[in-house]
Nanobody, 127 residues
Framework: QVQLVESGGGLVQAGGSLRLSCAAS????????MGWFRQAPGKEREFVAA????????VHADSAKGRFAISRDNAKNTVCLEMNSLKPEDTAVYYC????????????????????WGQGTQVTVSS
């Protein structure tokens, strides 16, 4: 099993930046593809970004392209989401998730593909 703990959320003004981190337990972190999702009040959870188990392949939602960047460090069992040029519409609870993958290059877009989830961290962007 994998346990995930997010950190780094907070309140920031529009145009500002935040770096979210997700720490994973266990010795098999490198066998999991990782992803970030978010859920705003009254809305469904949505995909933000994903990274392959190797870290060599990433994908970002259209809303995140050019502003957010996902990365991972398998030696430290962490995955990060660097968020720049934040907008009020980025306000949400951000979740880290893990999907076991036999492929070094595959990324996963859908929440049902992920087996493990963190508790979430709140990001609030003020206008």
């Amino acid at each position: 099993q994998v346990q995930l703990v997010e950190s780094g959320g907070g309140l920031v003004q529009a145009g500002g930046s935040l770096r979210l981190s997700c720490a994973a337990s266990g010795r098999t972190f490198s066998t999991y593809a990782m992803g970030w999702f978010r859920q705003a009040p009254g809305k469904e959870r949505e995909f933000v970004a994903a990274v392959s188990r190797s870290g060599g392949y990433t994908v970002h939602a259209d809303s995140a392209k050019g502003r957010f960047a996902i990365s991972r460090d398998n030696a430290k069992n962490t995955v990060c989401l660097e968020m720049n040029s934040l907008k009020p519409e980025d306000t949400a609870v951000y979740y880290c998730a893990a999907a076991y993958s036999s492929s070094y290059s595959r990324t996963y877009y859908h929440s049902y593909e992920y087996s493990y989830w963190g508790q979430g961290t709140q990001v609030t962007v003020s206008s």
